[in-house]
């Protein structure tokens, strides 16, 4: 059986992972998660504009946040699902060389992942609109942690930041999601 997405793109590094990630995203059918993280706007107003038109989730504490992620039959892709206080994001994931490629609509964002302590960093590398490369000095800068929580097993912290050239931050969102559905067994 082919490994999960983020195991191909991470290769032995992804023994790395903590047990929860590692348990999350091993999962054949995908899985779901539930939590809460607060979010942030940038404060200007260009930035609350940028928010606006990037269809963000509304700031606040305590937001509600649901996770589905659907796996296809060969593993190769991945559709996430997330609900912020009902407010619904779409992307789907998938490996690009050594790359994860995130699509949000026609945005492609490039990720590489890091593996330190456990924790997963996603590093922006580039964005590409329709399949062409947006040049840098116009391009979103997304990062991404995810990492086990201490507080609690099957739970783990996410924080997640956007921001814009001239703009700076968009959006943040961080908080703690806990799995809902067990983990798979590890796959040999």
């Known amino acids: 059986m082919s490994p999960s997405l983020y195991a191909a793109v991470l290769g032995d590094r992804f023994a790395e992972l903590g047990p929860t990630l590692r348990g999350f995203h091993s999962q054949r ?13 940038g404060a ?23 996770l589905a992620v659907h796996v296809d039959s060969g593993r190769a892709l991945e559709r996430w699902d997330r609900s912020f206080d009902g407010h619904a994001l779409r992307t789907r994931q998938w490996r690009a060389g050594p790359h994860l490629v995130e699509a949000v609509g026609p945005i492609y964002l490039h990720f590489d992942l890091r593996v330190d302590g456990g924790a997963m960093t996603f590093e922006h590398r580039r964005t590409s609109v329709l399949g062409l490369p947006l040049p840098r000095a116009l391009s979103p800068r997304v990062t991404a942690q995810v990492a086990d929580s201490e507080a609690r097993d099957g739970q783990w912290l996410v924080d997640v930041r956007i921001a814009l050239p001239l703009v700076g931050l968009v959006v943040r969102y961080a908080g703690a999601m806990d799995t809902l559905d067990p983990p798979a067994a590890e796959p040999p």
């Open 44 to 66: 200007s107003a260009l930035a609350r504009v940028a928010a606006w038109l990037m269809r963000a989730p509304k700031a606040g504490a305590g937001v509600d946040v649901q």
């Open 29 to 41: 059918e995908g899985g779901r998660a539930r939590g809460e993280v607060r979010v942030t706007h």
